[in-house]
């Protein structure tokens, strides 16, 4: 299976994204009784086209397969090298078979020539278990991986594209239980701490040492963006949130408003067209349409801080839905000293696609002043606590 990232440059989305056949057969059906069946994975071609994009938007592949595979978070460093977190081993079956070998990587990659397509690739750091996050510094990328606390950096000290040295900068001790629950999306907030999911703390270097600082609550579940001034958008499947604790920085303690106040009238709506009822909330959860009919959580969301696409888009949230399909832009205004999100478009999706393995799940603002997304591309979506015997599936 390949994985893409797809870009949206000028007037325009980047997309990574793996494509490559493969025998797996998908069906779907609702309540009215249409059907969706397709057999094996779309061209790449094909895959873009279903893909559906507001009017003045476009669309292009920039990296995929066999570049990247099982792509699910990306960062860049201050030369625009772009690192790709690849997770080589999740959920390759519903059984979660092999899921704890340490195969997966952090890929590196260059548009050498500037026209946004990614020509240059290498394994900067392999064989590692389920990587959660890349975040370069400066001339070392952080990284943490899957059931630990701890963190390291990596650094290419022969300038050959590859890692060859390791250093632990943080002793965080173990993590176990449902990798779902675990921290994930590191970034580097404008009051130069580093904030990721869950943890209830943030770090800085302080004299070249990783110094922890405790927040009064730890918040999110996979990805996380900020604003302009510092606020961090969050998000969790528990309880169906796309957009949770974005009131204040957390520093200052959690503010979580009532949903009728901080979310507009119908905003965990979401508008797919691929009519694929493989949701884990039950019938409740499927529309009329026959697909997805609210949020589950989402994940991967940014907040677009470019300048290379309409002003307007200027602080919006953009909040990939992998079980429906699509991608929500949602404004964030200020009223009466709080912020609101709502649905950008009446009853419709900044991007959305009926091709059943389009699996949207990270998205930033990339150095040209574009968006990038990430769509890992791929049937199951869903960890395996859920989906082996005894469980039941979600999307």
Known sequence: MNKNTISLTGLALSLLSPWTFAETVATGGNPAGTEIYQRGYLSQEQALESIELQEGYSLKLVLSDPD???????????????????????????????????????????????????????????????????????????????????????????????????????????????????????????DNWLYCTYEPYRLRFVNGKMEKEVLPKGEGQWGLGKDNVGRIFYSRAGGERPAISFQQPMIYGPLELDPKLQEAPGFRNVYPIAAVPDVQGGLRRVGEHGGLNQFTGGGGQS??????????LQGNLILPEPVGRLIRRAKVTREDGYSVVSNYYEEDEFVRSTDVNFRPLWSATSPDGAIMLIDMHRGIIQQGNWTRPGSYLRG
């Open 303 to 312: 907040i677009y801080r470019g300048d290379r696409l309409p002003e307007d």
């Open 68 to 190: 990247i595979k099982e792509p699910v978070a990306m960062a860049w460093d201050g030369n625009g090298v772009l690192y790709v977190v690849e997770m080589r081993t999740y959920m390759q079956d519903a059984d979660a078979t092999g899921e704890q070998k340490p195969t997966s990587r952090i890929s590196r990659h260059e548009d050498v020539d500037g026209d946004g397509i990614y020509e240059k690739h290498s394994v900067f750091v392999d064989n590692l278990l389920l990587p959660r996050f890349v975040l370069p510094l400066d001339d070392r990328i952080l990284v943490g991986i899957t059931n630990t606390k701890d963190l390291w950096t990596y650094r290419d000290t022969d300038g050959d594209g590859v890692a060859d040295e390791d250093v632990k900068v943080f002793e965080g001790g173990p993590r176990g239980g449902n990798m779902e629950h675990q921290a994930s999306g590191m970034i580097w907030n404008i």
